[in-house]
């Protein structure tokens, strides 16, 4: 069965510093990985999404996710964190099972950021 | 509407009651989840719809939960009987149909069984 993992519950780092929230995964196909971030009191929103091409992929705010097929990893950077940053990621993993291709999440990961 | 619509934003029960909760997508979005998000245990996933196809309910805890969706669109997650494991935010998402369109989410309902 597909999955992911995020191995850590809470990453902690100082204002300035990059940040790193990691995620591995299991499938038996492609996998098509994704990172959605969850504010405090608001709904999930889209970061990125690797499908295929180049293993580093741009996002939003400023945040990338590097593919590492040979480590099956899909880890969050990011150069220089900000206090707003602070949120609850989400690593998601989706491959195509004939019609079936649901969205599978990991159990999240709470960053923050201390200024 | 621009996003995902969920209602109601909030909503308390008496344990062994009925309850339903909705979810109106993005117009022209074909696909259709609904996800249970309970503390420390992340994204459980319940049930997804896709176009006339038949709804893949494999993530459905019991067969207390039960979902519908209506002409392609608005769809009504019911919970009969309801027990206080219940308690959660119920996450609804729509997406286009290819995988590797990435999911809209609504703001969730957060349900309480008393």
């Known amino acids: 069965a597909q999955s992911v993992a995020q191995p850590e519950d809470q990453v902690n780092v100082a204002e300035g510093n990059p940040l790193t929230v990691k995620c591995t995964y299991s499938?038996?196909?492609?996998?098509?990985l994704f990172w959605y971030v969850q504010y405090p009191n608001r709904g999930l929103q889209f970061l990125l999404k690797?499908?295929?091409?180049?293993?580093l992929v741009k996002g939003s705010y400023g945040f990338e996710a590097e593919f590492n097929k040979s480590q099956t990893s899909f880890h969050l950077k990011k150069p220089s964190a900000l206090v707003s940053d602070s949120a609850l990621y989400f690593c998601?993993?989706?491959?195509?099972?004939?019609?079936?291709?649901?969205?599978?999440f990991g159990k999240g990961t709470h960053l923050i950021i201390q200024p | 509407g621009a996003g995902v619509s969920q209602s109601p934003s909030n909503k308390v029960t008496e344990k062994g009651k009925d309850v339903e909760l909705r979810c109106d997508p993005i117009?022209?979005?074909?696909?259709l989840y609904w996800y249970r998000q309970s503390l420390g245990q992340g994204l459980e996933f319940l049930i997804y719809?896709?176009?006339?196809?038949?709804?893949?309910k494999s993530g459905l805890p019991s067969d207390r939960f039960s979902a519908e969706r209506t002409g392609g669109s608005v769809s009504t997650l019911t919970i009969q009987r309801t027990q206080q494991e219940d308690s959660a935010v119920y996450l609804c998402?729509?997406?286009?149909?290819?995988?590797?369109?990435?999911?809209?989410f609504g703001s969730g309902t957060q349900l309480s069984v008393l």
């Open positions: 499938v038996s196909g492609n996998p098509y």
């Open positions: 998601a993993v989706r491959v195509l099972r004939g019609g079936a291709d649901g969205l599978t």
């Open positions: 117009s022209g979005h074909t696909a």
């Open positions: 690797y499908i295929t091409g180049d293993n």
């Open positions: 998402a729509s997406s286009f149909r290819a995988p590797n369109e990435k999911l809209f």
């Open positions: 719809f896709q176009g006339n196809s038949a709804p893949d």
